[in-house]
């Protein structure tokens, strides 16, 4: 399954379980993308019974809370 989030694709590799603090198991859904910053691919999770879809867009060593990216030009996102 393919996510599409301004502009930047979103790809559904799996899901896997996952254990709240309250002790209750939920699933968790496993998507890849590619850093609006450098373009190297990273993964992140979400709630599988999540109905809002509001991923981060940076990989673990760009990211940059609160500030957005922007599209460039070209149509390729780049950081504000």
């Known amino acids: 399954m393919l996510k599409t989030y301004r502009g930047q694709e979103y790809e559904m590799i799996g899901t896997e379980p996952y254990i709240r603090r309250d002790g209750t198991e939920t699933l968790l859904v496993v998507w890849r993308s590619h850093c609006a910053t450098c373009g190297k691919p990273f993964e992140l999770r979400t709630p599988k019974e ?3 879809f509001d991923p981060n867009r940076r990989c673990q060593k760009h990211k940059r809370p ?5 599209e460039s030009k070209g149509g390729a996102p ?3």
């Open 50 to 52: 999540s109905s809002k």
């Open 66 to 70: 609160g500030v957005r990216v922007r």
């Open 78 to 80: 780049h950081a504000a």
